[in-house]
């Protein structure tokens, strides 16, 4: 597999930790291309209904924490096994 030169194209999730310790999924979306040297152009998807919803731009020391995805199935997948966790109490969704 060649090597990448950057992020562009890439499907992503973020993540937070709860006061549990547990990772919390936040944003996921797609790296639309890199706007300079260092930032990105990335568009965020609602987490409830999968539809497009803002773009930003990030430095990629922002993105350092990032999961990445070299393919919308292998993102898809990803979440979908998130969301089977249980959705009770405060640990709802995390994993």
């Known amino acids: 597999m060649p090597k990448r030169n950057n992020l562009e194209g ?9 006061e549990k310790g547990k990772r919390e999924l936040v944003y996921q979306g797609h790296v639309i291309e890199q706007v300079e040297p260092g930032y990105y152009l990335v568009q965020l998807y609602s987490a409830l209904t999968g539809q497009p919803s803002t773009q930003h731009i990030y430095s990629i020391n922002a993105m350092r924490n990032f999961t990445f995805y070299s393919s919308a199935e ?11 966790t249980p959705m ?7 994993i």
């Open 10 to 18: 890439l499907y992503f999730h973020t993540w937070d930790t709860s």
């Open 74 to 84: 292998d993102w898809q997948a990803a979440a979908k096994r998130w969301w089977k």
């Open 88 to 94: 009770v109490g405060e640990d709802a969704h995390t």
